[in-house]
């Protein structure tokens, strides 16, 4: 039941670490776009999704209690975990890639407004989406 649950969440921590581990001249670069620090705004992106993903995997799997009364602090924490290793990955792994401490900020602000968020969006959008 457990990964019945955190499927989702799991299925977009893997599209990120594709996303990340992709060589750098790869990924395309858009002038008017790194001028406004869009990159920022993506790793801020990517990041309040898959917190949001964890925390409503969490919350209605029923094999662990107390991860679901903790839900939201122990999805924040291996969120940012990830996105710190992510970076360190990026460093050391991937072809092309360099670490980024900005990123590694902005993947922890998307974790945090995932969280200030959550209640807002379920009612908006996650009851019904994922079941």
């Keep these: 039941m457990f990964l019945k649950h955190n ?3 799991l299925l ?6 594709i996303l ?3 060589p750098g001249r790869d990924i395309p670069h858009i002038s008017f776009l790194e001028i406004l620090s869009f990159d920022k705004f993506v790793h801020a992106g990517i990041f309040f999704v898959l917190i949001l993903l964890t ?7 029923t094999n662990f209690i107390k991860l679901q009364r903790s839900a939201k602090l122990v999805a924040f924490m291996l969120c940012v975990i990830y996105g710190g290793l992510l970076e360190i990955m990026q460093a050391t792994l991937f072809e092309e890639r360099s670490a980024d401490v900005f990123d ?5 602000v ?5 969280v200030l968020m959550y209640n807002w969006v379920e009612k908006l959008f996650l009851v019904k989406l994922i079941k």
């Design 7 to 9: 499927k989702w969440a």
């Design 12 to 17: 977009w921590a893997l599209v990120i670490l």
């Design 104 to 108: 590694f900020f902005a993947n922890s």
């Design 55 to 61: 925390i409503r995997g969490f919350l209605v799997q």
């Design 110 to 114: 998307g974790c945090i407004l995932g």
């Design 20 to 22: 990340c581990g992709m």
